[in-house]
C-alpha cells in the first residue's frame, strides 16, 4: 500500500487548517444536549400556549325587547333586568334606552317605568320568549287576572324580520304602534323602526322621561 501524499512544504492541507481555527464545532460531550437557536447562551424557551375560550361566531338577528314594572322598586328592577337580558345564552345587549314614566294603558296599579333594549342574539324567538319569561317568573311577575299590576313586564317586539302568528307568540308584537311607553324609547334607540305617524297617534297618552 502507498504512503499518502503529504505538502512538501510542511504546511498542513487545507482541511486540518480548517479544523484547527475552529471551522468545525468540537466533538459534543456525551450525554450533553445541544443548544437549540443561537449557538451560544441557554435554550429559546417556547411561550405557554393560552386555553381557547368558546366560539361566539354564532349567526345573530337583531331583536328589540320591552321592559316594564309598576310594583316595588321599579327602576331597579328594569335596570336589573337589561342587565339579566344581555346575560342572556347567546345574547348581548347592544343600545339601551333611557327610562320613561307612563301612566298605565290597560292596566291597573301605579305608574310603569318603561325602557327598550336592542339585543344582538343566537336564540330564535321562540327561545328568546320562554328565556324573557323565566327573568319575568325570577322578577316574581305573577298573572292573578288580566291587566295586573306586575313586578317585571318583557315583551319581545321584533326578533330580525320575522312574521310570526302562534298561539304564544306573535311577531312584530301586534300592539306595540298602539303605545307610547313603547314608541318613544323604541325611536330613541331605533328610530327606523318607528314611523312618525305612530308617534304622532300616540302624542295624548301621559310619558315622562326620567333618566
Known sequence: MSTPDRPKDGKKSAP???AAKGGKPAPRAAGKPPSAGSKSGPPARRAPSRPR???EDYPTVQAFVAIGANLGDA???VKEAMAAIGALQ??????RSSLYRSA???AEGPDFINAVVAVRTGLDAEQLLIALQRLETLAGRERPFPNAPRTLDLDLLMHGNSVIESPTLTLP????RER??????LAEIAPDKVPRAA??????QVIQKIR
Do not use: N
Not at 347567546?90 to 343600545?95: D, G, K, L, P, S
Not at 307610547?180 to 324609547?185: D, G, I, R, S, Y
Not at 308617534?199 to 295624548?204: D, I, K, Q, W, Y
Open 199 to 204: 308617534l304622532a297617534r300616540v302624542t295624548g
Open 53 to 55: 375560550g368558546p366560539r
Open 90 to 95: 347567546r345574547t348581548q345587549v347592544t343600545a
Open 180 to 185: 307610547a311607553f313603547v314608541l318613544k324609547p
Open 173 to 176: 308584537h301586534p300592539r306595540m
Open 104 to 106: 298605565p294603558v290597560d
Open 75 to 77: 327602576e331597579a328592577t
Open 16 to 18: 486540518a487548517a480548517k
